[in-house]
């Protein structure tokens, strides 16, 4: 218990949702609470409450080299550090801001834009993507953005590219009379409860109640990539690898590239399943391809909207702990595969920020505005 004497009188939150006034929802969470309560049971003078992409976009000016890991090849020139930034990143959802400068008495000043990319509409770039989104489309109703560029998202990716592997007979499908989605026998269209963790950036919680936008154990056929058009192996126990997690799909990833987790991720290692194989182990590097595929898209589509030439940052609490499948996938082939626009993207610098806590950064920035004037 702090004494009167030690007690803050100014606090700064950051947020995982739009700040819309006094009563603060969060987006993917069952959490609610009102500014004016929490600054009056702190005792605060004052409490700002930011969106929290808008407090990691006010810190990249203040973020060190050794805060940010290079993604991909590209060209910068000596301007990158004076104009326009945008940072996006995958968790529990999907985040962004930009960061766009303006000088005023001869000296330059920073303006964070937060905004909702998670929830713009999917767009694709070749007919594998088409075959993603329309699978998305027919679970979910909606296809946004977050709907794979989150944890659940992974998931999403996984169940699939799984979908297309699966021989479409009766004993592994049930048709659900109410919604004519196609799913495994005795599954429910919603979890009765959704496990975040540490994973997306957040502390472990269980979530009780339906949160429709995450459908499990979905099995619904698209058209196939033209590599995966064999379908599974028969003799594979298709229910063992179907309630997989965000945390193993991206482990299993790395294990089917041999490749060493990152240091942050072998602090929570899932569990795996026993016996795992190759067509399985695949299938989770296909998601992930995927997943970095459509980040790249849409991290591209970002840049050019906010002119974004001093940089692309990645945050969120996934890519720093999937590092080596990040360094090694096509994000930056995605980026800048936008047409008569790839040479102008070129020159788009990439980098995941590796900072454990950016976001502080930018609300102590915050605050030393508003106090300073």
């Known amino acids: 218990m702090l004494s009167s004497k030690n007690k803050p009188s100014v606090g700064a939150l950051a947020v995982a949702c739009p700040i819309l006034g006094d009563s603060i929802q969060f987006t993917n969470l069952p959490w609610q609470f009102s500014i ?5 049971a702190f005792s605060l003078d004052s409490l700002f409450v930011i969106n929290d992409y808008e ?15 290079p993604v991909g090849t590209f060209t910068t020139d000596s301007t990158a550090s004076e104009v326009a930034k945008v940072v996006l990143g995958p968790g529990s959802g999907l985040g962004c801001a930009g960061l ?3 000088t005023w008495n001869n000296a330059r000043h920073w303006v964070p834009v937060p905004g909702e990319a998670g929830h713009i509409t999917l767009s694709p770039q070749n007919s594998q993507d088409d075959n993603i989104i329309a699978y998305l489309r027919k679970t979910l109703g909606h296809a946004s953005s977050e709907d794979i560029l989150s944890g659940p998202g992974i998931v999403n990716l996984y169940n699939a590219v799984l979908s297309q592997k699966i021989s479409m007979i009766p004993a592994f499908i049930d048709i659900d009379k109410k919604n004519g989605d196609i799913l495994p026998p005795g599954s429910k269209p919603y979890p009765n409860e959704l496990n975040f963790s540490k994973f997306e950036g957040i502390s472990d919680i269980s979530i009780d109640g339906k949160l429709p936008k995450i459908r499990h154990n979905l099995v619904d056929a698209i058209v196939p990539k033209d ?6 192996d028969t003799d594979i ?6 309630n997989l997690t965000a945390p193993q799909i991206a482990l299993m990833a790395l294990k089917a590239q041999n490749m060493t987790p990152s240091a942050l991720f072998q602090k929570n290692l899932p569990t795996l399943p026993e016996n795992i194989p190759k067509e399985i182990l695949n299938i989770a590097k296909e998601s992930m391809d995927y997943f970095f595929q459509f980040l790249g898209n849409i991290a ?4 050019l909207t906010f002119g974004a030439k001093g940089g692309v940052y990645l945050a969120g609490g996934i890519l720093p702990q999937i590092e080596p499948l990040l360094t090694q996938s096509t994000f930056r082939t ?3 595969a936008k047409g008569s626009y790839s040479q102008y993207l ?3 610098p990439s980098y995941l920020i590796l900072h454990p806590t950016p976001a502080l950064i930018g609300l102590a920035r915050l605050v030393w505005e508003k106090l300073e004037g």
Do not use: C, W
């Not at 590599?227 to 599974?232: A, F, R, S, V």
């Open 36 to 40: 004016q309560k929490i600054k009056t």
């Open 55 to 69: 407090a990691i976009a006010k810190a990249l000016p203040y973020l060190e080299t050794s805060d940010l890991k």
């Open 100 to 102: 766009v400068p303006y």
């Open 227 to 232: 590599e995966m058009e064999k379908p599974l």
């Open 237 to 242: 126990n298709i229910d063992s690898f179907r």
């Open 300 to 303: 591209g589509n970002l840049a």
């Open 334 to 336: 995605f980026f800048q």
């Open 346 to 348: 070129s020159s788009v």
